[in-house]
């Protein structure tokens, strides 16, 4: 294999041989572009065709966006890890149009040491129109991250929730309690950047964080 080749580079002449591929085969048996396809949801053909209000934003829909600059996104867009990979790396920030939180229930969770914290999140969530499901701790009276942990993980993995946050000392520890229970991803994070990082590359769906190493006031 050529050297010089990179995953990007198989990725898009990969797509390319079965876009291509596909098209040969008629509209029938083809893969509707712009269209996010689900593999373990698509059951039939027309389940495809009827999600066909989606709209794909791929990496080369960035080409005319300045690094550092803004991409609005359409409603209703998919947008391909290859292009989440290119807006990271060139620092171009996803806005959507006419933009709204994509999270409508967070559950939010706390040990002792991360009380004082989660009051602080639970207010900013309901500044931004989120229902915010607070399951505990509901004093600084010592307690186990754990078992809160596991309780915005299970809100999350059972559907009840969007998304979590779970709080402790340091965040660690929380992200691998919740990261035990299946379709959680837990990540530690610590800036805007690293939580960004982590829900729009790797998909996490729970965010820890460590209450003694941020600053509730920022």
């Not at 996490?204 to 003694?212: K, R, S």
Request: net charge positive.
């Amino acid at each position: 294999m050529n050297g010089d080749l990179d995953l990007r580079d198989l990725a898009r002449r990969a797509t390319a041989r079965v876009l291509a591929r596909s098209k040969a085969m008629g509209s029938d048996s083809a893969p509707l572009v712009g269209v996010h396809v689900d593999a373990r949801r698509v059951r039939d053909v027309a389940s495809v065709k009827r999600a066909s209000g989606a709209r794909l934003v791929s990496v080369n829909c960035l080409s005319g966006t300045p690094a550092g600059g803004k991409f609005v996104l359409p409603t209703g867009a998919t947008v391909t890890p290859l292009a989440r990979e290119e807006a990271f790396v060139r620092r171009i920030q996803f806005v959507s149009d006419g933009w709204h939180p994509t999270a409508r229930r967070v559950a939010v969770g706390a040990d002792h040491g991360g009380f004082e914290l989660k009051g602080h999140v639970i207010a900013e969530l309901q500044a931004l129109g989120i229902e915010a499901c607070d399951v505990g701790t509901h004093s600084t009276a010592a307690c186990d991250y754990p078992d809160f942990a596991l309780a915005v993980a299970r809100a999350v993995s059972e559907g009840r929730v969007d998304l979590g946050v779970m709080i402790d000392g340091v965040g660690i520890g929380s992200a691998m309690a919740a990261n035990r229970v299946p379709g959680v991803l837990a990540a530690n994070c610590w800036d805007e950047r690293t939580a960004r990082s982590a829900r729009e590359h790797n998909y996490a769906n729970v965010l820890t964080l460590g209450a003694a190493h941020l600053d509730a006031r920022t």
